[in-house]
């Protein structure tokens, strides 16, 4: 079985298994964020998926990514409400304030892969 395989029709070359980080960072130290993505790439997991809706989650994932921009395929999801009431909207102004916010915790310029969450429609 081949480790990497193309995503879809695009150019992205992602490993066959992912990392979902939900839950990273509930109360677990720094260091140990550290750690289990530096045992992903051991693995050979470079796959990430994210949502603006896991804040602290993409605050860490941009820690940790630093200089190490380009070993992992980063994809966030959109969609959520967040801000202080729940549900689900995919109006524009929703998706880019979104995408926004992603790239700001995360310290990058661009995003890999952006999924509508929870999309019922």
Request: hydrophobic letters at 35%.
């Amino acid at each position: 079985m081949k480790p990497f395989a193309r995503l879809g029709s695009t150019d992205l070359q992602v490993s066959r298994h992912g990392f979902g980080a939900a839950r990273i960072g509930d109360g677990a130290p720094l260091d140990q964020i550290e750690a289990l993505f530096d045992s992903l790439l051991d693995l050979g997991i470079t796959f990430i998926d994210t949502a603006d809706c896991y804040a602290h989650s993409e605050e860490l994932i941009g820690r940790y990514l630093g200089n190490r921009i380009g070993e992992f395929v980063i994809a966030t999801k959109c969609g959520c409400i967040t801000d202080g009431e729940q549900g689900e909207e995919y109006s524009r102004p929703v998706i880019e304030r979104s995408i926004d916010r992603s790239l700001e915790r995360m310290g990058l310029e661009c995003l890999d892969l952006v999924f509508l969450h929870t999309c019922s429609a």
